[in-house]
């Protein structure tokens, strides 16, 4: 059997030297960026849910309203009331009738503004 110098073993220890040091800190960074990711992801999700809720509150109220026989103004009025509870923008809102369609908008963090549309009244 071939006798290997001891000086040749040193040289190949020495190169794989911090080699676990840097596989830790890239698998580090990979999760970290895996982890922000979902949680722009979910911001995304739970502004659109928020919109959706405002949205549908706000067209109850607006119906509700117009059903009770006052003037659009005051039907959207009402509507924009219930979305600003709801920690939403009324962006547009018009009502035919007994019938309120409008739009909201919820800030969703880094993705920008979730929007969402409604309609209520009674049925078609």
């Known amino acids: 059997m071939p ?27 990979v999760v970290l960026g895996v982890t922000l990711a979902a949680l722009v992801l979910g911001s995304a999700v739970v ?17 509700s309203q117009a059903q009770l026989g006052v003037g659009a103004g005051q039907a959207c009025a009402e509507a924009g ?17 007994q019938e309120v369609l409008l739009v909201v908008s919820v800030p969703a963090g880094l993705t920008g503004l979730a929007t969402a549309r409604s309609r209520a009244g009674p049925p078609r």
């Open 3 to 29: 006798q290997v110098a001891p000086s040749s073993v040193a040289v190949s220890e020495g190169r794989d030297r911090g080699a676990g040091t840097v596989l830790a800190v890239t698998l580090t960074g």
């Open 47 to 63: 502004a659109s849910h928020r919109a959706r809720l405002a949205s549908d509150l706000a067209a109850l109220a607006g119906a």
């Open 81 to 97: 009331r219930v979305a600003a509870s709801n920690g939403a923008t009324l962006s547009w809102c018009s009502v035919d009738g």
